[in-house]
């Protein structure tokens, strides 16, 4: 299955050369696996990750010649965190519970928050709909069908108010899956938080506001990357400065993933990314050690047990490196890699759709084993439609049973040492940097997809994957193996009103508000864009006067232009 | 004239940039021999059905994975019927619920592909379909 190409497939040689059998190895070889191998073979000639990575029969000592482990695996919360960020990661505390939500009006939002909160989930995760994911208020004719079908419908801060009443947002954290009018709703979020009276310097959650995955995979940009580097960059700077304890990025690996990546791919392009970004906010003029410990990542979590584990354990390593020795950052803030994890959504069926319990479970205890600090756990009917209640419950309580009853959390990094854990780690990383080089000599991140080579080199990884579905030589149990016709499940069912209702209130937005002051902070923010100076004043600014997102995201199309892309089949 | 090919337009339709299947689609088609143009995203019911025109297409497959697949349907289908484009084959791959099944295949839609559907079922389909019409 591996493509020879492949940089995996290269490491994996290399490692292998350097092979030497102990003795008792050898014997053990010839006594016992010959005749065992002569009697019942393996039942396939390959055995290969989800990723289509090679995994060899059995992992010992002998693969780990040259490993260091003072050097390469050291201890929980000291360099180089493979072992984790924290000395003893889960018996402090647990990881965040942090399950994304939204659907239909500010007030349906709300209503599930409070409900998530009652019981017992420990963050908030905005998830918008797709008219607020591309800048366009509710009301715009493209929005049409779309307004709070993915998420939650967001236009003004009035909406913002709305999500967040009787939340107080000096004591919960808050996660924002929000990207292109990341800066907006930010301003949007900081308005709120201002007027329910929660200082700035103590309010935390995180922005995503990673507009290089976007280009790379999920594609819900507006703007060219030139400008959008510089709304991010805007963002990390005022946070540095107003805004402490919040991350203004997650730099994410989920979308890469989903959109059909390997393991590999998904960690290297998501700390490439990584790089691109602080090398922005070093032009910007900002200390390394100032910003870089509030960077935050998001991996996804895939089928593949081991696989996934390597790969947390790889990012913190890698991570390390990159901030150390590329960077020479001295904070051990800055050194150490955070990250939220969600289960895999793409692997998530529509048949049988109980069985994605179980394989939420064993994704969810993969980011945990390999030193998650937030998780968000899909629920089973995810193939079909956001959750509904019920189903949202049960993924809740997937990380709870995790947490409480497995027993897993109670020593920091259970597997540190396992041979098999510890060479995948080594493969997946060596995997990684191979990437990164390549990319680097591509003139970085912008440059390569520019150029499209993120996005072939994942089109071409989800082909191989669904070609390898479609001939059997993976197994999805009830897609193309164990199949039986099921019954459908209830489902979620989006009130087919929410459009118009959201347009009923952006009328009466368009109708209460001082328009003239609205015209007059656009303009400010028009001219600011201009320019090169900080957005973020600007726009919370605008949004204070209800100055609408589309309204804001239109303002900004002027002075910025409109991104298309080349698209790679 | 078995040597022509039959020509499809992949579409992905509506705000949703989640592409994967429609590139996947794509290929597997044109590994199958297929024409295939795909549209890129955030294509208008209205470009769509110019683009069928255009590139005188014998099948549409439109990837939907939002929820907003009656919208987008219905103002296609009227659009394809307004410019005479009756024998065009119109597909959907996506996430569609059970109970939006029958309307959508009542306002024209030929068939509709749910996850875990194999490339070769819809090569298989769209053969078939392309011969008889």
């Known amino acids: ?569 | 004239m078995p040597d022509k090919k039959i020509r499809v337009l992949i579409a992905k339709p509506g705000l949703d940039g989640h592409d994967r299947g429609a590139k996947v689609i794509a290929r597997a088609l044109r590994d199958a021999g297929m024409e295939v143009i795909y549209t890129g995203l955030r294509q208008t019911p209205e470009m769509i059905a110019s683009a069928a025109i255009q590139e005188d297409v014998d099948v549409i497959g439109l990837s939907i994975l939002s929820g907003a697949h009656n919208t987008i349907c219905t103002r296609l289908m009227e659009l394809l019927r307004a410019k005479g484009m009756t024998d065009v084959t119109v597909l959907i791959g996506g996430i569609i619920p059970e109970a939006d099944i029958a309307g959508l295949k009542k306002s024209g839609i030929a068939e509709i592909f749910l996850p875990g559907t194999t490339t070769q079922a819809i090569v298989d389909f769209i053969r078939e379909r392309v011969a008889v019409t």
Request: charge should be negative; proline fraction near 5%.
């Open chain 1, 1 to 569: 299955m591996a493509d020879k190409k492949a940089p995996t497939a290269r490491s994996l040689s290399a490692g292998v050369s350097l092979r030497e059998v102990s003795p008792a190895e050898r014997s053990w070889e010839e006594k016992t696996l010959e005749p065992t191998l002569k009697k019942s073979p393996d039942r396939n000639s390959d055995f290969t990750t989800v990723s289509s990575y090679p995994i060899r029969r059995l992992y010992t000592q002998a693969d780990l010649a040259g490993w260091n482990p003072d050097r390469d695996l050291g201890a929980p919360g000291a360099p180089p965190y493979t072992r984790g960020i924290h000395a003893t990661m889960y018996r402090d505390r647990l990881w965040t519970m942090r399950q994304f939500a939204g659907f239909g009006s500010a007030d349906d939002t709300n209503r599930r928050f409070r409900y998530l909160l009652s019981q017992g989930q420990t963050g908030l995760s905005v998830a918008f709909d797709l008219p607020t994911l591309m800048g366009y208020d509710s009301d715009h004719p493209l929005a049409e069908g779309e307004v709070g079908r993915c998420g939650v419908a967001i236009s003004s801060l009035a909406d913002m108010e709305a999500l967040f009443d009787q939340i107080p947002l000096a004591d919960v954290t808050t996660s924002m899956t929000i990207n292109s009018p990341a800066a907006p709703i930010w301003a949007m979020y900081l308005a709120v938080a201002e007027k329910q009276g929660a200082d700035w310097q103590k309010i935390s959650g995180t922005l995503q506001n990673d507009i290089l995955k976007e280009y790379i995979a999920q594609k819900e940009y507006i703007y060219p990357p030139e400008p959008s580097m510089r709304m991010v960059t805007d963002t990390i700077e005022f946070g540095a400065k107003h805004t402490p304890k919040f991350n203004p990025i997650s730099i994410s690996g989920y979308h890469i993933r989903e959109a059909g990546s390997t393991a590999i791919q998904e960690l290297a392009f998501t700390l490439r990314d990584g790089i691109e970004y602080v090398d922005h906010c070093l032009r910007r003029g900002m200390g390394v050690d100032d910003f870089a410990p509030r960077l935050s990542f998001f991996f996804n979590a895939h089928n593949d047990f081991f696989e996934e584990i390597a790969k947390y354990r790889a990012a913190r390593r890698i991570w390390y490196r990159v901030m150390r020795e590329r960077f020479g950052a001295t904070n051990p803030r800055s050194w150490a890699l955070r990250f939220h994890t969600q289960t895999a959504g793409c692997s998530l069926t529509a048949q049988q759709p109980y069985n994605n319990v179980v394989r939420t479970a064993v994704q969810a205890l993969a980011a945990v084993l390999g030193g998650t600090q937030s998780l968000h756990t899909n629920s089973l009917d995810e193939a079909w439609a956001l959750p509904t209640e019920a189903a949202a419950t049960i993924a809740l309580r997937t990380q709870q049973i995790i947490a409480h009853e497995s027993g897993v959390t109670n020593t920091a990094d259970p597997l540190g040492g396992s041979y098999f854990v510890e060479t995948l780690t080594n493969e997946v990383e060596r995997g990684a940097w191979d990437y990164i080089e390549r990319i680097d000599a591509l003139g970085g991140m912008v440059a390569a997809i520019e150029r499209g080579f993120p996005q072939r080199e994942i089109a071409d990884a989800a082909y191989r994957y669904q070609v390898a579905v479609d001939q059997k030589q993976k197994i999805v149990v009830g897609v193309n193996d164990y199949v039986i016709d099921g019954k459908p499940i209830e489902t979620l069912k989006i009130d087919g009103t929410v459009g118009d209702r959201q347009s009923d209130r952006l009328r009466k937005l368009r109708a209460d508000r001082s328009n003239a002051e609205v015209e007059r902070r656009l303009n400010s923010l028009r001219h600011a864009a201009a320019g090169t100076e900080n957005l973020m004043p600007h726009l919370i600014e605008a949004v204070k006067a209800y100055a609408t997102l589309g309204e804001i995201c239109s303002a900004l199309r002027q002075p910025f232009g409109v991104y298309q892309e080349v698209a790679i089949t």
